[in-house]
């Protein structure tokens, strides 16, 4: 065997831990180890979406939410920089703080030098401060990291006006954040319009409409004279562009000046090393992203491929890529990029694509604009006329999807081009070659998805983004997959059926719609209305659990009993010998010792086998039909209640012993979780539902392994939503952070109750988001938003089911007709069901598999 | 013909659940009873042939197309209520069983022969 490799990587930033994923998923850290050093306090975080950080925090945005790699090969060093690289010893040494974390290093604050065999650079790029005068008072800020954010919200607290210098991509982006801020606005750009590198003069007017609207006061073709002030920053003199020094300036007042005016290559530790950087920054790499020295790469936008480089995530990406490529061997190269951008800058939609400005030799422009409604595009086109060479779209950018393939893939324009950017172009979507990218963050083509349709199986948008990665970074060509899995199923002659089954054309959501519109009581109302046949296994259930939902009365009812899944039917699990299994609900975990004294006596004088669940409770197994009812009256009469484990409702809430005990501990947990079980105890869903309460940040509960999983912050509760384990586990994903009891219980109200209305039957919570049009902002949306205006709404259904809750096993207990099912033979109630054997095993009980009757030989 | 006094008795009509079924103990043997929506009564072996376990009776009653069926709780095949064909597996059927209800009660009498 060959000595394993160390790949040293300097930097965490997006590119860095894209190279990290790449690295696992290709197999590389089978031969190599993989050590990381970030310099921030974080792991990498999703800083092209850094203005939503306002509205969500440092969590949404992390891309490595447990801050290290589920890869043991791979080890991430935050809040560590790396000074200085030996090329001759192949050593990196690193400077941390007292704050590092990491066993590598042993000493707070230690200088340590690690050795390696591969050098990846992946340092990024620092924004440029153009050299202002005054530009060193306070209130001067940069606008890269959560860090940055974080003083200009502080220094946004006592300040009224503020001003970012530069109005490209960036600067509106942190203009963006200024106005979320509450400070009234400016963005100063040197050149004669906005986004000058992208738009022409009649797009930038339009961007300049859109965004004074938004309150945002625009000044273009202006220069910086200085920053004014005195130790804080007062005003920014500016003057015309094109006029003398010496010409009369204005001045326009601020406390807060962002510099968004570009970003520089952050290339000095090469340079320090002896490694080319281009002319212009950038360390110089070839196509596969090497430097002259063969053990070190750069990528990102600290590398310059080619002398040139890239301030944008997606070739930072496909640099990652070709170096875990080249390290595998692989053919792969970084021949240049597609900078076409697709952005949603202030709520407008601005696209730029191709040879956005008629370049191109003979290129021609044809352009539409509607001054009234904002909305301006072009295309450039060849000389013939028929091939696309590049557009910009302000205002709708809704055919960027269709129109950036059709550049990179020289298709054939249609007789009408102009008929691309016409309002509601009429007619079937424009063919797209199969080797057109879509995806231009992930490198997805059409070929690759209509694969992933045809013979991977993939059934909906979110299979296709899953299986592809198309869709995933950016987002904007998820419109376009959609229209792709669509198009591909109508051409099959296939309608994507979204019914329950062959009696309901009808999805759940429609189902459920449908019943509380018409106040549906019973099965055959609804079948006879709404579908066809008499019902099967699967929509009887499903409208079992709806109509429990809505009216929460008791399941075992005349109308609905016969629609019960067994389980729900006899109260109890089914097991493989037609069996049921027990489980009495025990909130939280918590028991006493009494308590789990009858639990045991009640297994031991039924002779059933105990085994504690992974949800904190007990199941109690092997029990008969008939003896169902009077397991359950001595359980009931102890004071227990049904736990559910039936039904596709409430489980669990899990918990952690919290701050009672914990001495980490900064809530009560314990107390949380059991308020939380019994509020949501025998809610009908779409699935079972499982919860989590964890009382501090070492999250023993496994909250983020829940459907909602609650976190304790010294300041209150986070709320993650949409986690599971099973065969696709899935972590729960922020929702909102830091809240209060009654608020966090609000919001759960409305999360569970819109998921209860809105999920496909069988569709856990997350898939479920997965599904939905907008993902987890659209869940955010409705629930902390309260955009729909159903918050109040949602709120009181659950208040309805709380209220109305009764323990399912002691209404039965009460009930003489609902005792009658529990009886093996109807006419001879004494015997047992002969198929039921027993052996023991380790001191219980253990099913004896009943005979099969052998197949093709009707007995 | 069937022979009346050769049959079981199961039980009051009404106690058979409306789309729905119940286990009956006929000649030693488990037999699973149902009663369709049009209140047609129809008898099955109990025995799920699929996990061996004798639950039949308490599958959900249904239709697929124009068959009356009841799906197994176990694994959810479905069978023909008139002729204990699996209607998901051509190889697999149970025995299917004589059944009348005389006087608002149910009787049940032996195996037929295999469709």
């Known amino acids: 065997m060959t000595k394993r490799q160390r790949i040293v990587v300097v930097g965490h930033g997006m590119v860095g831990h894209r190279f990290a994923q790449a690295a696992v998923e290709r197999g590389l850290t089978e031969t190599h180890d993989v050590v990381i050093f970030g310099e921030e306090p974080r792991a990498a975080y999703d800083r092209v979406g850094l203005t939503s950080w306002f509205g969500q925090g440092s969590e949404a945005l992390s891309l490595l939410p447990g801050g290290e790699y589920d890869d043991p090969r791979v080890r991430l060093v935050i809040d560590s920089v790396v000074t200085e690289i030996d090329r001759v010893a192949r050593t990196v040494t690193v400077v941390s703080p007292p704050s590092a974390v990491g066993d590598l290093l042993a000493h707070p604050g230690a200088v340590t030098v690690h050795d390696y065999d591969v050098l990846v650079l992946a340092t990024g790029a620092a924004p440029f401060v153009p050299p202002v005068e005054g530009r060193g008072r306070s209130g001067c800020f940069v606008y890269r990291t959560i860090e940055d954010l974080e003083a200009i919200q502080a220094a946004s607290a006592s300040a009224t006006s503020g001003i970012v210098i530069g109005g490209g991509l960036l600067g509106l982006e942190a203009a963006n954040a200024l106005v979320q801020l509450g400070l009234d606005t400016h963005v100063v750009e040197m050149a004669p319009r906005l986004m000058p590198v992208q738009l022409d003069g009649a797009a930038g007017s339009t961007l300049v409409r859109h965004v004074e609207k938004l309150g945002v006061s625009v000044h273009t073709g202006v220069l910086t004279e200085e920053i004014e002030g005195g130790d804080a920053v007062t005003g920014l003199r500016v003057r015309q562009a094109g006029t003398e020094e010496g010409a009369p300036t204005t001045t326009i007042e601020a406390q807060v000046v962002v510099f968004s005016a570009g970003i520089r290559p952050r290339d000095a530790l090469a340079r320090e090393c002896d490694l080319e950087t281009a002319p212009r920054g950038g360390v110089l790499v070839d196509e596969q992203c090497r430097t002259a020295d063969p053990h070190v790469f750069a990528i990102g936008e600290c590398a310059a491929p080619g002398g040139t480089m890239y301030g944008l995530v997606a070739p930072g990406y496909a640099m990652a890529e070709v170096v875990v490529d ?208 008499r019902g099967c296994d699967i929509c009887k259930p499903a409208i079992a659990s709806i109509l429990a939902s809505q009216t929460s009365t008791h399941i075992l009812e005349p109308a609905t009993a016969e629609l019960q899944d067994t389980n729900d039917k006899y109260l109890g699990n089914i097991q493989r010998n037609g069996t049921y299994s027990v489980v009495p609900r025990i909130p939280g975990g918590e028991i006493t010792p009494d308590k789990l004294i009858v639990i045991g006596e009640v297994a031991r004088d039924y002779g059933l086998y105990t085994k504690i669940t992974g949800g904190q409770r007990i199941d109690l197994f092997g029990a008969r039909i008939d003896q169902l009812p009077a397991i359950w009256r001595r359980l009931v009469d102890a004071g227990f209640e049904s736990g559910h484990a039936y039904g596709k409702s409430l489980r669990t809430v899990k918990s952690c012993v919290g701050s009672t005990w ?41 909250a983020r392994g829940k459907d909602f999983g609650v976190i304790a912050t010294e300041k209150g509760w986070n709320l993650y939503v949409g986690g599971n384990g099973g065969a696709n586990p899935a972590h729960a994903r922020l929702l909102a952070g830091d809240l209060d009891t009654a608020t966090l219980v609000a919001y759960l109200d409305r999360f569970l109750m819109y998921y209860v209305r809105t999920a496909d039957r069988l569709q856990r919570t997350s898939t479920w988001i997965e599904h939905l049009e907008g993902g987890l902002d659209r869940v955010r949306e409705v629930v902390v938003d309260d955009s729909l205006g159903l918050g109040a709404e949602l709120e009181a259904e659950m208040a309805r089911h709380v209220g109305s809750y009764e323990d399912e096993w002691r209404a039965t207990l009460e009930d003489p007709s609902k005792l009658e099912r529990f009886v093996t033979f109807v006419n001879a109630p004494g015997t047992p069901d002969p198929t039921i054997e027993f052996t023991t095993e380790r001191g219980q009980i253990q099913p004896i598999a009943p005979a099969l009757i052998p197949v093709g030989a009707p007995a | 013909m069937i022979e009346l006094a050769a049959m079981t008795t199961v039980c009051a009509v009404e106690a058979v659940p409306l789309e729905g079924g119940v286990a009956a103990l006929v000649d030693g043997e488990a037999v699973a009873v149902f009663r369709t929506h049009a209140g047609e009564v129809f008898a099955l072996g109990n025995v799920d042939p699929f996990s061996g376990a004798s639950v039949l009776s308490r599958g959900i009653v249904g239709t697929r197309g124009d068959v009356p069926v009841v799906s197994s709780p176990m694994y959810k095949q479905a069978f023909d209520l008139r002729t204990g064909q699996c209607v998901d597996d051509p190889a697999v059927s149970v025995p299917s069983y004589d059944v009348a209800v005389v006087d608002g009660v149910v009787v049940v009498g032996s195996p037929r022969e295999a469709a």
């Open chain 1, 662 to 702: 914990c001495r980490y501990g900064v809530q009560d947990s314990v107390g949380l979780a059991i308020a939380l079980e019994l509020r949501y105890r025998g809610l009908r869903s779409p699935h079972k539902l499982k919860g989590g309460v964890s009382g501090c940040a070492r999250e023993c509960a496994e």
């Open chain 1, 326 to 533: 080249a390290l595998l061997d692989g053919p792969g190269t970084f021949t240049g990029a597609d900078m076409s951008t697709k952005l949603k800058l202030l709520g407008v939609d601005v696209a730029s694509f191709g040879d956005a400005f008629a370049t191109t030799e003979g290129a021609l422009e044809l352009t539409y604009a509607d001054a009234v409604s904002g909305v301006y595009k072009k295309l450039v086109v060849s000389e013939d006329g028929r091939r696309l060479l590049g557009g910009i779209l302000v205002g709708d950018a809704s055919a960027y999807g269709i129109l950036r393939p059709m550049v990179s893939s020289g298709l054939a324009l249609p007789d009408n081009p102009e008929q691309l950017i016409l309002p509601a172009s009429s007619g079937a979507p424009m063919g797209m070659p199969d080797e057109a990218q879509v995806c231009s963050c992930n490198d997805v083509t059409k070929a690759d998805i209509l694969h992933a349709v045809a013979e991977q199986g993939c059934e909906s948008v979110a299979d296709v983004k899953q299986c592809t990665r198309a869709g995933t970074t950016c987002g904007s060509c998820v419109p376009t997959v959609k229209n792709l899995v669509e198009e591909h199923f109508a051409s099959l002659g296939k309608v994507v059926d979204k019914g329950l089954c062959e009696h309901f054309r009808l999805t759940r959501q429609e189902l459920f719609d449908v019943v509380a519109v018409h106040g549906y009581r019973r099965f055959d109302d609804i079948v006879e209305a709404h579908g066809t046949g």
